[in-house]
């Protein structure tokens, strides 16, 4: 095969290149030969390919993603925000946490096993090159009806490769979530959070300022994984052929991850690091462009030098390839021996591949002759935008109007609770929890099933401050909301996480998201997705939690038939003292059972419309940002005052399943008398804005009191204790019956 | 008097070195890192061995550790009676390097398993164990994939016969683990090793619900301010 060197590219302009099988629209490739003023060579065209594909360059997206930033309310917490590896907040005291979520969906449905392995080891990178150390993991889950036969193969898959990959990392992992619903069996979404400490005053960009410094890769080799995977995987759909993308999915090697992981804390206690970047999507194309973008402006690379675990790989291939485990850093000359010891101390190989210069260009040599020479930024930041039309769905109207009053309403509640309760969706989530190591590293704080995970701050980092503080993390996701109103459906996500965080006794600070949709060239899911955006960031707004980054997932489709569509939020909470934090459910005998917040009729989208009935239509339950706003508050007060024993949220499945889960976190009855006057409607609307919580007798007139300022409806309902949960005048059900029920649909379908 | 120094080993790839540390230090002793390529004991008083994937644990279980620099140097500490002790992924080691009989394969239902587990103290004359009583049931958290304990028949009757059994899981056997073992001690006593982890169940505000991991680490203290 003939080298296509730039010298080559001029001579030979007509010679037709294969854009298209990269995924390239003419127009794009006409703008690159515009850009160059001639055509790209093979390495070139790698690069903007990959550069400029909708995973990298959110081409679609980005019009509307702006929102994030011109509707973030103001916030003194926020460091670093959008555009960089990931949003950084300042949580007090002189630490800050960084925290992203980011999608692996289409690798994970080809291979679940390695597509969800990597996708955990791709966002531990992205924390780990902010300068942080990573602390603990989530997962945002959902696949197919669970009794559908192609989850019976990924979900196992998906579990055991978050399972092997996060436990080998020494991540704990501390919540999360696990949906099915069959609109998810072609396309299941596998989202993954990392969360990452650092002092404040030692965050790292991704800048590759000064000329002359050298540009190191280190870690694992590069190998023929995931060579295409950014453009193909993430740009196209697949039906039939995924069998023949396998060799797409990346392969990860946790090992040398958590050698990566101590190796760049060893190099930033060292202070030995200008600039540095992981390698994820597009490999060295997207490492070095954006890095010399981001810097003085140009870079020379000598691909000849880049450890290949394969030697048979051209240039093109070793710029494509996502070989998992590899980052890329800017040293000065100086500290090049200093940076060698702690990679030789680590066994992490690393290799000097080049040097940044001011020219403003990106030039890469193979065989000494010159294969890419290219403006960084016209591959990094200025790939094209589009403005993809969009118009409501043909039917939506239809959908809305179809609403969950006519359908029956249940006689027998008990029987009602126990099919809900017995239902993949709201059964224990421990068949797959389990499998999560949640202790490693030893400050856990609250893990799942908790409403959000909690950890403390205790990192030995030199000249680091010794605190009581903690952070709390939660990710929530509702696509049968979003389904029926994206809009509403994203601020409902955004309130779930929220209220999740504000029930252990954090304050919500911070924002990060991952957007699943279909495809973003139907106009209608275009539009399911400025819908989503726009009410998130208005929510945003209204909350006070700014967006600090995250990840969009288009093409979650298979033919013509999309997801639901599916905003996942994550939200990241501060708790000043996390000695106060409040537990999940009823932790003793002889508390008051007080439910926040009101409820109304509310069933459109709910967990019993889809159970009982398979129904999806309506609207969903109203949202109210100001009283989820007002509840955080009374929540964090309370807790931080110590008048809350134990809490829980209410959302899918409303009242009646968040007192069982209560009663079953610590094995502790209730007897309890509902509110309103419709037992149905008190125990399974899923009205947002409302919690659980349980007090010391004598501490119910403090939180009365409390509620009283913020105005937040606080209804006691009875006392704790018993071994049954008992619901006065409708039924009483053992806990042991609950658990039994509540433990069963995961481990009868998966073993 | 100084305080009794317990070293704490980092092999490439251990992770719950941390939290071995951070027990060590909560009972008051000195935890003193040792690292897997030196050929130096830093002159401990004991080492404890903690859980993780050294070196990847892409063969069996702690079999390439075993030959680690490190290794060679706690060997022989050890048979000569240096208080040792090796949970989870440092069980596995201490199998591999022949300090304790037997050996750690798969989990039975081949998932790995993280919960909070029932145990029962079986043997409480262990320099690890001396705090406990005979008999008593505690909780401690697991998380492994390679947790089943197997021997042969004559290994097995001789650990039952000697009370060289530590600790049995109690209130189900998680990993399929033979006579439901879940720890086990060489002849000496000095050497214990568990699937179990102690450093997990030290804080009442982290880790599992309990906190009688600590009596390991004030058994070992006792025994050495004694000693």
Redesign the interface.
């Known amino acids: 095969m003939s080298l296509d060197s730039v010298k080559r590219a001029a001579d030979t302009p007509d010679e037709p290149m294969p854009y298209a099988e990269l995924g390239m629209k003419d127009d794009e490739y006409r703008r690159v030969c515009d850009i160059l003023g001639r055509r790209p060579t093979g390495s070139e065209l790698a690069i903007y390919s990959v550069m400029w594909s909708e995973h990298c360059s959110y081409k679609s997206s980005k019009v509307h993603l702006r929102q994030f930033a011109t509707k973030a309310p103001k916030s003194d917490a926020l460091l670093v925000g959008m555009g960089e590896n990931a949003g950084v907040v300042d949580i007090g005291d002189g630490w800050a946490a960084t925290f992203k979520i980011e999608s692996h969906n289409h690798p994970s449905y080809v291979e679940p096993h390695q597509g969800a392995a990597t996708g955990v080891g791709g966002i531990v990178r992205d924390i780990m090159s902010m300068g942080a150390r990573p602390i603990a993991v989530m997962d945002a889950l959902r696949f197919g009806g669970a009794d559908q036969q192609d989850t019976r193969r990924v979900l196992p898959g998906v579990v ?1 490769g978050i ?2 990959y996060g ?4 991540l704990p992992n501390i919540g999360g979530e696990v949906v099915f619903d069959p609109c998810y069996i072609g396309n299941p979404l596998v989202n993954a959070l990392c969360v990452g400490l650092l002092r404040k005053d030692q965050i790292k960009l991704a800048t590759a300022p000064g000329p002359g410094n050298k540009v190191v890769l280190f870690g694992a080799r590069t190998g023929a994984d995931g060579i295409g995977g950014a453009s193909v995987l993430a740009s196209a759909t697949f039906e039939d052929e995924s069998q023949a993308k396998r060799p797409a999915v990346q392969v990860g ?4 991850e ?2 990566l992981i101590e190796c760049c804390l060893e190099l930033y206690q060292a202070d030995v690091v200008v600039g540095i970047q992981d390698l994820g999507a597009a490999g060295v194309s997207c490492a070095t462009t954006e890095l010399a973008a981001k810097g003085t402006g140009g870079m020379t690379v000598d691909l000849n030098l880049v450890p290949l675990r394969d030697p048979t790989l051209r240039p093109e291939e070793i710029l494509m390839s996502e070989s998992q485990e590899r980052m890329m850093a800017v040293v000065t000359p100086e500290d090049i021996p200093a940076f060698m010891a702690v990679c030789e101390k ?2 992490v190989p690393a290799t000097v591949i080049g040097e940044v210069t001011d020219t403003g260009r990106l030039v890469m040599t193979w065989d000494g002759e010159v294969i890419v020479d290219i403006p960084p930024g016209t591959a990094a930041d200025e790939g094209p935008v589009y403005e993809r039309p969009f118009h409501e769905p043909a039917g939506q109207s239809a959908l809305n109007a179809d609403g969950p009053e006519r359908l029956p309403r249940p006689e027998d509640l008990r029987e009602t609770l126990l099919r809900l309760l017995g239902s993949p969706n709201l059964g224990s989530k421990e068949w797959v ?13 609250l893990a799942q099933p908790a409403d959000s995970g909690m950890l ?1 701050i205790s990192e ?1 980092m030199p000249g680091a401050e010794e605190t009581t503080r903690g952070v709390a993390l939660a990710t929530d996701g509702n696509g049968r909301y979003a389904r029926l109103d994206p809009y509403a459906g994203a601020q409902l996500a955004l309130a779930e996480a929220y209220r999740n965080v504000a029930v252990t006794g954090a304050a919500p600070l911070a924002v990060t998201n991952c957007l699943n949709f279909g495809s973003p060239e139907d106009p209608e899911v275009m539009w399911q997705f400025a819908e989503a955006v726009r009410g998130l960031a208005d929510a945003c707004k209204t909350l006070g939690v700014p967006v600090t980054g995250g990840n969009v997932s288009f093409y979650n489709q298979t033919g013509s038939t999309a997801i639901h569509p599916t905003p996942v939020v994550g939200v990241l909470g501060v708790i000043e003292d ?2 106060t ?1 409040v537990r999940s459910g009823f932790t003793a005998e002889g508390l008051r059972v007080v439910l926040l917040g009101d409820t109304r009729d509310e069933f459109g989208g709910s967990e019993w419309a889809h159970v009982a009935h398979g129904h999806l239509g309506g609207l969903p339950p109203a949202v109210d940002l100001e009283a989820e706003r007002a509840l955080a508050s009374v929540l964090v007060e309370a807790a931080r005052d110590g008048l809350l024993e134990g809490s829980h949220d209410l959302s899918d499945g409303g009242l009646a399943i968040a007192l069982t889960e209560a009663c079953l976190a610590q094995g502790v009855g209730a007897t309890v008398s509902l509110p309103g006057d419709d037992a149905f409607v008190d125990l399974f609307s899923e009205s947002a804005s409302r919690a659980l919580v349980c007090v010391r007798p004598e501490a119910f007139e403090a939180l009365a009191e409390l509620c009283g300022r913020y105005e937040v409806p606080c209804y006691g309902l009875g006392t704790t204790g018993g071994a049954s949960l008992a619901v006065e005048g409708v039924f009483e059900i053992p806990v042991a019956e609950l658990r039994e029920t509540h433990a069963a649909p995961l481990p009868a379908i998966f073993g | 008097m100084n305080a009794a120094r317990v070293g704490v080993v980092t092999f ?2 251990t ?2 070195d ?2 071995a540390a ?1 027990a060590v230090r909560l009972t008051g002793a000195d935890p003193v890192p040792l690292w897997h390529a030196d050929h130096d004991l830093k002159g401990v008083d004991a080492v404890f061995l903690p859980g ?2 050294s ?4 063969l069996r279980c702690g079999a390439i550790s075993r030959f680690s620099p490190l290794m060679d140097e706690l060997i022989p500490a050890a048979r000569a009676g240096l208080p040792v002790l090796g949970t989870c992924n440092g069980f596995q080691i201490l199998c591999e390097a022949h300090l304790l009989p037997g050996a750690l394969t798969r989990n039975e239902g081949l ?5 909070d587990q029932g145990i029962r103290v079986e043997n409480a004359d262990t320099a690890w164990t001396s705090d406990f009583a005979t008999g008593q049931e505690i909780v401690l ?1 697991i ?1 492994h ?1 390679e947790g089943r304990y197997v021997a042969d028949a004559e290994t097995l009757a001789a650990l039952e016969r000697d009370g060289r059994v530590v600790f049995r899981y109690v209130g189900g056997n998680p990993n399929g683990s033979l006579n439901d073992i879940a720890g086990i001690t060489n002849e000496a006593g000095n050497v214990v090793g568990l699937m179990p ?1 102690p ?2 169940a030290v ?1 009442e ?4 619900p309990s906190v009688d991991g600590r009596s390991f680490f004030t058994s070992i203290l006792k025994r050495l301010v004694n000693a």
């Open positions: 055991e399972s092997h436990n080998c990392l020494g090697d946790p090992f040398m958590k050698l680590w066994d929890t389990s499998q999560y190591d949640r202790y490693v590293r030893g400050n856990t704080v403390r030995v996390v000695a934090r | 490439p790839g992770l719950d941390q939290d951070r993780g994937f070196y990847g644990d892409y998932h790995y398993i993280c919960r958290p998380k994939g982890h450093e997990h804080e505000l982290t880790g599992a």
